[in-house]
Nanobody, 122 residues
């Protein structure tokens, strides 16, 4: 059983940066892959990034590659998403997820946070 809680969302101007965080419960969090998804207004949830259990490797969506950085700190049970060069199309509710596989598919993740709103103004 894993509980996740996102924080750090807010309003930022286009071209700016924002870092969102995900706090996970329990010492067993390091046995799960961690991912970020986002859901823009009026659209379906989409993959953003996933990181390995050790934090040593990550896969990013093409839309954010070169702008976003995902990382995790298993000693603190924390997951991060550093967002740079933000665009209005990055506006979405950002969700943290955990699961047993390294995948882009939201249905493969077992645990989800409540989401945090990120709004990028033009």
């Amino acid at each position: 059983q894993v509980s996740l809680a996102e924080s750090g969302g807010g309003l930022v101007q286009a071209g700016g940066s924002l870092k969102v965080s995900c706090a996970a419960s329990g010492r067993a969090f390091s046995t799960y892959f961690a991912a970020w998804f986002r859901q823009p207004p009026g659209k379906e949830r989409e993959f953003v990034a996933v990181v390995t259990r050790s934090g040593g490797g990550a896969l990013l969506a093409d839309s954010v590659k070169g702008r976003f950085v995902m990382s995790r700190d298993n000693t603190e049970n924390m997951v991060y998403l550093e967002m740079n060069s933000l665009k209005p199309e990055d506006t979405a509710v950002y969700y943290c997820a955990a699961g047993a596989a390294f995948t882009r598919a939201p249905e493969t993740y077992s645990y989800w946070g409540q989401g945090t709103q990120v709004t990028v103004s033009s």
